[in-house]
């Protein structure tokens, strides 16, 4: 069997360029004080000869692995059953990719996962957790700033308003919802039901207090639990129309929950949008546009916000403003034939 060839070292790379050995690593690495037509030698040998960093040693030498923890605190059904999820994993790869830095993907089954992801990030493995998803009774942030690991939350922390180091990437879910309400009003419909998120989570909170700042008077029957799934939204919608049979308008929180709804509207004979109209959250194109009818909702940039949520955690260290550390995205509403 043929032996492989030999892997390119520092030293050829140095040799090939013309330049000492450390400022071929100083290239390497991305330190600053090596002239540009020097760094230009480098990277041209570099390109030349294959080079590939050896990322263990390099870690001895900059303490930075190049690695980077997403943590989603659900399940794996749910987190592949969900295009939320690949989306906000897309923005964060795309981000990641650029900075040639690597992504290590970590998904809570249970309770009994805290101790197994807090052991791994308090193991000197990344460089750093972005975390999404978290639910407000969750030890997790508690765990993760135990490991002592620079953090961005995807979403507003329930507990970040009295926070000040607390970093984060969220839309602008209260004023999304002001929207959905809004345009159904819009429409003439007076009896707007609500489909709720999960309350344990600060988005669907801040959608459920968006509904009400523009419903104040509205009966509670007409609000039903969900939790962003498509069996609870048609759970949620079940228990809508037996309550209130005359619904002339659903808002739900998020696309998923619409299309349950709009399945258990087909099947009790009711017309979208002549009867009821639907109102989701999100604008995954995979669930609204497929929708029948295809699904009115409330756009927020989900991919832009993983994005964010890796450039910040990559550029902007801790002390900096926080203004600057916590991004609200604004949302806009796309209007499609389920209202």
């Known amino acids: 069997m043929p032996q492989a060839a030999a892997r ?93 830095v690597q992504l290590v993907l970590l998904l809570m089954e249970g309770r009994d996962d ?9 193991g000197g493995h990344v460089d750093g957790a972005l975390v999404f998803s978290l639910h407000l009774d969750d030890p997790l942030p508690g765990i993760i700033h135990g490991a002592g690991v620079p953090t961005v939350f995807g979403g507003r922390p329930g507990w970040a308003d009295g926070a000040g180091s607390v970093r984060y990437v969220d839309c ?38 968006g509904y009400r700042d523009l419903m104040p008077g509205a009966d509670p029957a007409l609000t039903a639990d969900g939790d962003f799934t498509l069996a609870g939204g048609e759970q949620a919608m079940r228990r809508l129309l037996d309550r209130r049979p005359d619904v002339d308008a659903v808002f739900a929180a998020n696309d998923v929950s619409a299309s349950g709804a709009l399945r258990v509207l087909r099947a009790a004979g009711r017309r979208v949008p002549q009867d009821v109209a639907v109102v989701g959250f999100d604008d995954m194109l995979p669930v609204a546009e497929q929708a029948e009818p295809p699904l009115t909702t409330v756009r927020q940039e989900i991919e832009e916000m993983g994005r964010l949520m890796a450039a910040m955690l990559l550029h902007g260290g801790q002390g900096h403003d926080p203004a600057a550390a916590r991004v609200v995205l604004p949302t806009a509403l796309v209007r499609r034939e389920s209202a």
């Not at 037509?37 to 990277?43: F, H, P, T």
């Not at 805290?114 to 308090?122: P, S």
């Open 8 to 100: 390119p070292t520092l030293e050829a790379v140095a040799a090939r360029a013309g330049v000492s050995r450390a400022t071929v690593s100083r290239v390497v690495n991305g330190e600053a004080g090596v002239r540009e037509a020097l760094a230009a030698k480098v990277r041209r040998a570099v390109k030349e000869l294959g080079y590939v960093p050896n990322r263990a040693a390099r870690s001895l030498v900059t303490r930075r692995h190049d690695a980077v923890a997403v943590v989603i605190a659900e399940p794996e059904t749910r987190v592949f059953g969900d295009p939320f999820f690949a989306l906000q994993l897309r923005g964060i790869s795309k981000e990641l990719t650029a900075r040639d």
């Open 114 to 122: 805290h101790e197994r992801v807090g052991r791994y990030l308090a």
């Open 172 to 209: 602008d879910n209260r004023g999304g919802a002001h929207q959905a309400v809004r345009h159904l009003v819009g429409l003439g419909r007076r009896r707007v039901a609500h489909i709720t998120g999960p309350l344990d989570q600060t988005s669907a909170v801040d959608r459920l207090d």
